[in-house]
């Protein structure tokens, strides 16, 4: 996980995004004062009014670690708990990315099955295309095979030409 200081540019981008996206937090006026944190310092719960197992959130820390009052833009401060944790030592961090989850063995079994199923899909569907390529330009050739113009063993020249012009894209 990494510790690092959010840019005040970035995060006031962030504010106005959540703000747009969220307008009932633009007018928010209960400032969120209790936090119940997790174990690596996450606030899992903040509001105005205290619950059992929330403790005080020191604004004053709150306001020198992020460099604004927080009773001045709620929006912010709510924004800053969502995406920072807060460290035994007091200091405000921005959360680390999630850690990664290695795929079980059934996991990687089911998506190689599922690659080889697209595979054949995809084949299929690709030899379903040629073939009716091959009839739209074999049309002529069967019209003087029915006719009695062609043998069948000249007709079925010509259709292998064809084929392989459409199996070479031309």
């Known amino acids: 996980m990494t510790d690092a200081t959010i840019a005040p540019s970035v995060l006031a981008e962030q504010v106005e995004r959540l703000t747009r996206e969220r307008p009932f ?11 119940i944190f997790t174990e690596d310092g996450t606030p899992r719960w903040f509001g105005p009014e205290p619950v059992d197992q929330a403790e005080p959130l020191d604004l004053a820390a709150f306001a020198e670690a992020f460099g604004f009052a927080p009773e001045s833009n709620t929006a912010l401060m709510i924004q800053l708990l969502a995406t920072h944790r807060r460290l035994p030592d007091g200091t405000w961090v921005l959360r680390g990315a999630p850690a990664q989850v290695e795929p079980t063995e059934a996991e990687r079994a089911a998506a ?10 995809a084949e299929a569907e690709r030899r379903r295309a040629v073939e009716q390529e091959v009839f739209r330009r074999s049309g002529p050739d ?10 069948i063993a000249e007709f079925n020249a010509r259709l292998a030409v064809i084929r392989a012009a459409v199996e070479a894209g031309v």
């Open 25 to 35: 937090l633009r007018d928010r006026r209960d400032l969120p004062r209790w936090a």
């Open 112 to 121: 190689r099955e599922e690659e080889a199923r697209a595979a054949a899909e």
């Open 142 to 151: 069967q019209l003087l095979r029915i006719g009695g113009k062609i043998t």
